[in-house]
């Protein structure tokens, strides 16, 4: 299937989502047929049986790449994001609270979202941390729409240079 998929990196997603039909649906169709047929023929209580079930109980959701060329594939681009927060987790254990977790979290989604927004993180958040008590007073929060990562408004400091 990777191998028909890494065909599409320069198609449009219509052009993707025809090829995919012509070429991985029926690869992911015959994995779900051999996947049933075999569900039985291996140990019930085994990982190889939980790994089928799993498969069959998600195969809705595993074939959405299929419906819309826009999505991919896989979620890789997503774990590798993450990847670091989850190298790091043992750095993580002075946060014993729940608010701590959030707050954690927040600060992590804001930075992962600037990376992948092409900002340079630590210049996002310089700005963010001197605009917002600028707006400490306001009665309405219409003001957090210009400092959102793709917001046009923000400074070209904050910006990776391309």
Same mark, same amino acid.
């Given at each position: $299937?990777?191998?028909? !998929?890494?065909? +599409? *990196?320069?198609?449009?997603?219509? !052009?993707?989502?025809?090829? =995919?039909?012509?070429?991985?649906?029926?690869?992911?169709? *015959?994995?779900?047929?051999?996947?049933?047929?075999?569900?039985?023929?291996?140990?019930?209580?085994?990982?190889?049986?939980?790994?089928?079930?799993?498969?069959?109980? /998600?195969?809705? &959701?595993? =074939?959405?790449?299929? !419906?819309?060329?826009?999505?991919? $594939?896989?979620?890789?681009?997503? !774990? /590798?994001?993450? =990847?670091?927060?989850?190298?790091?987790?043992?750095?993580?254990? $002075?946060?014993?609270?729940?608010?701590?977790?959030?707050?954690? *979290?927040?600060? &992590?989604?804001?930075?992962?979202?600037?990376?992948?927004?092409? +900002?340079?993180?630590?210049?996002?958040?310089?700005? %963010? %941390?001197?605009?917002?008590?600028?707006?400490?007073?306001?009665?309405?929060?219409?003001?957090?729409?210009? +400092?959102?990562?793709?917001?046009?408004?923000?400074?070209?400091?904050? =910006?990776?240079?391309?």
């Amino acid at each position: $299937m990777y191998k028909e !998929e890494n065909k +599409l *990196a320069d198609m449009t997603f219509e !052009e993707r989502l025809e090829h =995919r039909q012509l070429t991985v649906k029926p690869l992911v169709d *015959a994995y779900f047929t051999w996947v049933k047929e075999n569900l039985t023929k291996v140990p019930s209580k085994g990982k190889t049986h939980n790994g089928f079930s799993y498969s069959i109980n /998600q195969e809705k &959701y595993l =074939r959405v790449f299929l !419906e819309d060329g826009s999505v991919p $594939m896989d979620n890789n681009a997503a !774990e /590798q994001s993450i =990847r670091g927060f989850c190298i790091g987790k043992k750095n993580w254990v $002075m946060i014993d609270t729940i608010a701590g977790t959030e707050s954690s *979290a927040i600060i &992590y989604s804001l930075a992962e979202t600037a990376k992948a927004n092409n +900002l340079k993180p630590y210049d996002y958040f310089k700005y %963010l %941390l001197t605009e917002i008590p600028k707006h400490l007073d306001d009665k309405n929060d219409d003001f957090c729409e210009s +400092l959102l990562p793709w917001s046009e408004n923000l400074p070209a400091d904050c =910006r990776k240079k391309q």
